[in-house]
């Protein structure tokens, strides 16, 4: 074993990269904390000194008065998203982790596969343009809720059949395998046992998927359009408003009175997601257990 | 209150409800399968439908627009209330020019600073949620920046419009504008700052959207790096950085460079943070990194309600064509990333909709 001759001088030199290294570890934890907490108070400071809690029982005037029926709207959008996006996505996840799959068990079923894929990459504003233009304007739909359902719903599809997909396979084998020992048919596992133990993943999923949903300003705007009244019943042809269009219009309206309405409606945001996101978060915490190869 | 004779009947038991629930237990892998796959069509059935929506609706444009499209940076909805020209058989209003130039460099641009910012900063968080920070506060915080991925864009913009570019524009570059030198590739940093909305505003913003992808991905990679081959580059006398560049990030490298890509993806599409604080300027190429500028998918969403006034149609189908470009360039890049991803790892690509 030879000596380095250059063993000593080369030290200090690894010895200020250590530091400079760890300078940049926190240095980059810092910059991501710092923005984000200064982003979530940033919006809450603004809107709390200004705080009413009629803007939840009253109706909106465009740039003054209440949200309510921006609050509705969007808990009437997640709900229909949870319904339909929810439906498909999780079946959709079922078939492609439980059937779409060779003897070998490696993964097979590649159109759906790569569909999921390409509709998951797809730019949301272009979604919503093609709500407007093939649904709204096409089908003679008109701003409403079913056009605006449906764009969400294709946006978060494969985001809620990736999670159920991965959600099923986390199944430790010696579930499915002990529920073959013990007689059941193929169908019967899945439900009682399969999709059972993997029940907290799907909710998880489809929880952020709702929360996306509920987040989401691009596809909607084309889609949904705006109105000072509640949501009717009706699918088609009744415009339904929604959080997030009060945040993106009113910030730059001349009179205080819509900067307040802005960010009354960005705080209901952030505390309707970050508690869904929570919940959601706490589930995973609370069945970690079940994972196969869980950390 | 009379028996009705099959309910006393031993030989068939079992109420109405009891013989459906038998029929479906019987034919349950059946109807799990077969709704399984109908459900599973609908997004191929999505999908097409959207493309072919994109393309039926971009074809006039395409043929009026040509290659020109790609280079030229005119953005003129013509006259909208004169005469009308008959170019290879499509009604434009008179003197309608359309180039998206200026949009592909702003949606190329403003992802580069974002990737640019974004990269290191994200592993060098990684590396601190890991190795730095005791277990008992690395997962709250960790759990931080997965939810930062959840924040609504509109928040992200609002706070990026109204709150980081005045402060920027006022305390950070005009610091940075003065003092660098004028050589060729800094020289892109001078000028003119605005005030707050533009090309590097956006960049900031659309890096601090794309954080929490890369960064929670490229944790959860480095918590799969056994410890064995760490703590023999230490025992062989490594310092944590030298470990960390020779041993942990080769190690899971095509992992980071998938989510990298996975968030360059999101970043290209991103629409509404980008409309408040890109400053929405059509038809320039910004001419340095604080210049307003826009984006193809700001395009689209701050334009739509403008073109739908062409009697035409054309300007709204330039925006399909628009929407088209956007639509292939991010989903090429996403596929790209799935398939790094899918080769190098077994775990999903978890976080977001990306």
């Not at chain 2, 088209?324 to 596929?335: E, G, H, M, P, R």
Request: net charge positive.
């Amino acid at each position: 074993m030879t000596v380095l001759p250059m063993g000593h001088p080369s030290t200090g030199w690894r010895r200020i990269k250590s530091m400079g290294f760890r300078f940049f570890t926190w240095g980059s934890l810092l910059f991501v904390v710092g923005p984000a907490l200064w982003l979530i108070v940033g919006v809450v400071v603004r809107a709390v000194p200004n705080w009413r809690w009629s803007v939840l029982t009253t109706l909106s005037q465009g740039t003054s008065g209440g949200l309510e029926n921006a609050i509705i709207g969007t808990v009437v959008l997640m709900f229909g998203v949870l319904v339909i996006a929810g439906t498909i996505g999780v079946l959709t996840g079922i078939h492609l982790s439980e059937f779409a799959v060779s003897r070998r068990g490696r993964p097979n079923g590649g159109t759906m596969r790569v569909a999921v894929d390409v509709l998951s990459g797809f730019p949301s504003i272009v979604l919503g343009y093609v709500g407007y233009v093939a649904l709204c304007v096409g089908l003679h739909w008109g701003f409403s809720l079913l056009p605006a359902l449906l764009i969400l719903s294709m946006m978060v599809v494969p985001y809620i059949a990736k999670s159920t997909e991965s959600a099923l396979r986390q199944v430790p084998t010696n579930y499915r395998e002990g529920a073959e020992a013990l007689g059941m048919s193929t169908g019967y596992a899945l439900r009682k046992v399969v999709v059972k133990s993997a029940l907290p993943g799907i909710v998880t999923g489809l929880l952020i998927a709702i929360s996306i949903a509920g987040g989401e300003t691009a596809p909607l705007l084309y889609t949904a359009g705006v109105t000072n009244n509640l949501p009717t019943w009706s699918l088609l042809h009744h415009p339904i408003s929604y959080l997030t269009y009060y945040v993106w219009t009113d910030w730059n309206q001349p009179s205080t009175e819509a900067h307040i309405v802005s960010f009354d409606a960005g705080l209901i945001l952030v505390v309707m997601i970050l508690a869904l996101l929570v919940v959601s978060r706490v589930i995973v915490a609370r069945t970690q257990r079940h994972a196969e190869g869980a950390r | 209150m009379t028996i009705s004779p099959t309910s006393v009947d031993p030989t068939r038991r079992g109420s109405a409800p009891r013989r459906v629930g038998h029929f479906v237990r019987r034919h349950e892998e059946r109807v799990w399968r077969t709704s399984g796959r109908i459900a599973s069509l609908i997004p191929v059935a999505a999908l097409l439908f959207v493309v072919v929506v994109l393309a039926v609706k971009a074809w006039p444009a395409i043929k009026v627009n040509g290659f020109g499209f790609l280079t030229s940076t005119a953005w003129l909805p013509g006259n909208t209330y004169g005469g009308v020209e008959h170019v290879h058989g499509v009604m434009i209003p008179a003197g309608a020019r359309y180039g998206a130039w200026p949009l592909i460099a702003g949606t190329l641009q403003t992802s580069a600073i974002a990737i640019v910012i974004a990269l290191p900063i994200s592993i060098g968080t990684a590396f601190a949620l890991t190795e730095r920070l005791p277990r008992w506060i690395a997962q709250p915080v960790g759990f931080f920046v997965e939810i930062l991925a959840g924040i609504p864009s509109v928040l992200i913009g609002l706070w990026g419009v109204l709150v980081l570019g005045p402060f920027l524009a006022h305390d950070v570059y005009p610091i940075v504008a003065t003092h660098v030198p004028n050589i060729p590739v800094l020289r892109y940093f001078a000028g003119s700052v605005g005030y707050g909305e533009g090309l590097l505003t956006s960049g900031l913003v659309l890096g601090l959207m794309i954080v929490p992808i890369i960064a929670s991905t490229t944790r959860d990679l480095f918590l799969q790096v056994p410890p064995l081959p760490k703590e023999g580059a230490e025992a062989l006398g490594m310092t944590d950085a030298e470990v960390a560049r020779r041993v942990t990030i080769p190690w899971v490298r095509s992992g980071i460079i998938g989510a990298t890509v996975l968030g360059l993806g999101r970043a290209l599409g991103e629409t509404i943070a980008v409309a408040m604080v890109s400053g929405s300027v059509l038809g320039t190429v910004s001419p340095n990194i604080y210049g307003t500028m826009t984006t193809i998918a700001a395009t689209i969403v701050s334009q739509l309600d403008s073109a739908a006034t062409d009697g035409t149609g054309f300007a709204v189908a330039t925006l399909a064509e628009a929407g088209l470009l956007l639509a292939v360039i991010s989903i090429a890049v996403n596929l790209f990333a799935r398939a790094i991803i899918r080769r190098t790892s077994r775990m999903s690509a978890p976080v977001g909709r990306a």
